[in-house]
């Protein structure tokens, strides 16, 4: 039967990106080695990171003063290095959800944090006010969890960090606008195991404290991310999906899509009286929805699920601290599968209202 793959992350990738990775793992360039066993600095694989920068520098119009890396670590690891790198006395962090409050409890470490909250991570706060004294604010600009996203470009007066790992790629942004935008990959990108992180160079150098060599960015960009051995297979699929979305037609396409799969479900669960969506209508995410069933059908989620994954629904469980269902809808998710989904929905529905 047909999967239909919804996870969260590690999620969906384009199959063309499944196929020319499997391929390079038994003869990556024409050297008749393994992808899996080249040297990261042998010329092709040099080829192959230096062409993964200018396309990430292409498809999101990064201007001149940006280097691209491409790290260890995860993103959780940037939870800690950018308050090392960039923060001397204070930042302002604006917490919408689990992983801005573990960017909060890392840069607690190294100095004062202003937190800026909505009353609950359902909502995302507005009018929202940033001290002119801090080092950076920090935003994650789509809360993977609780399915809110900010879908605008701020400008705080302050230098600007992004945690941007599940909604990059996914719709235009003006990067001149941030200081650094940082992510996992595994979201939209390429396999887990690989972090990227767009720096305006001119942003270090400020603070006085001695930072590790392998946490301090400078090393990384005065190294072009081989001061040590990089994540080579997933910085060669994070290269297939970003050639696979540039002929699909860049960024601007990929938020058509993102758009038009998110009406199609989001209408859905607003159109049927067994479920509900669960946070601020013009807070949803467009690339993780939230929904749980109406109260007088609670009873039924269980069935739901059960129904819903013997029909090829997959990863459709809502994250365990929020409970109910989260259909991932990445870049790669074809609208066919979104439309299974509802088909599916309007099916669960005549069973219980039979
Ligand atoms: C998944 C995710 C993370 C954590 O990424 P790791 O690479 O597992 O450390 C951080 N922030 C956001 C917004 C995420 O979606």
């Known amino acids: ?23 390079a793992l038994k003869n990556f360039a024409g050297t008749g080695l393994s992808l899996a066993s080249i040297s990261h600095r042998s010329k092709e694989f040099d080829d192959v990171i230096v062409k993964t920068q200018e396309l990430f520098k292409e498809l999101l119009e990064i201007p001149e003063g940006y280097s691209v890396l491409f790290l260890g670590g995860g993103a959780s690891m940037q939870f800690a290095m950018v308050p090392y790198n960039l923060m001397k006395t204070k ?39 940033v001290p002119k004294d801090v080092d950076y604010v920090h935003i994650t600009t789509n809360n993977t969890i609780y399915g ?59 603070v006085d404290r001695k930072i590790p060599t392998m946490l301090n960015y400078q090393t990384h960009i ?21 050639l696979w979305m540039k002929k699909k037609g860049g960024v601007e396409a990929m938020n058509k899509r993102a758009v038009k799969k998110a009406d199609l479900l989001y209408n859905e669960i607003d159109r049927n009286p067994l479920f509900k969506g669960t946070v601020a209508k013009e807070d949803r995410s467009l690339m993780n929805i939230c929904f749980v069933m109406n109260d007088e059908y609670k009873e039924h989620e269980q069935e739901f699920l059960a129904f819903a994954t013997e029909k090829g629904m997959i990863g459709i469980k809502g994250h365990r601290s929020v409970g109910g269902f989260r259909a991932s809808t990445y870049n790669s998710l074809p609208l066919k599968s979104v439309k299974a989904l509802v088909k599916v929905m309007q099916q669960f529905e005549k069973k219980v209202l039979k």
């Open 1 to 23: 039967m047909k999967k239909h793959n919804f996870y969260a992350g590690p999620s969906i990738l384009p199959k063309k990106v499944i196929k020319e990775t499997a391929k």
């Open 91 to 129: 930042a302002a962090y604006i917490n919408t959800g689990t992983w801005s409050t573990k960017a909060v409890k890392e840069a607690k470490l190294f100095g004062e944090v202003h937190e800026i909250k909505a009353d609950d991570f359902f909502h995302l706060p507005k009018n929202i006010n």
């Open 148 to 206: 809110t996203e900010f879908k605008e470009d701020f400008d705080f007066g302050v230098p600007l960090v992004a945690d941007m790992s599940s909604d990059i790629f996914s719709r235009k942004i003006d990067v001149s606008k941030y200081d650094i935008i940082y992510g996992g990959a595994q979201k939209n990108l390429a396999p887990s195991g690989v972090t990227f992180v767009i720096i305006k160079n001119d942003i270090l150098g400020k």
């Open 222 to 242: 005065d190294k072009g991310s081989m001061f040590n051995t990089p994540p080579v297979i997933p910085i060669y699929a994070a290269y297939q999906t970003l």
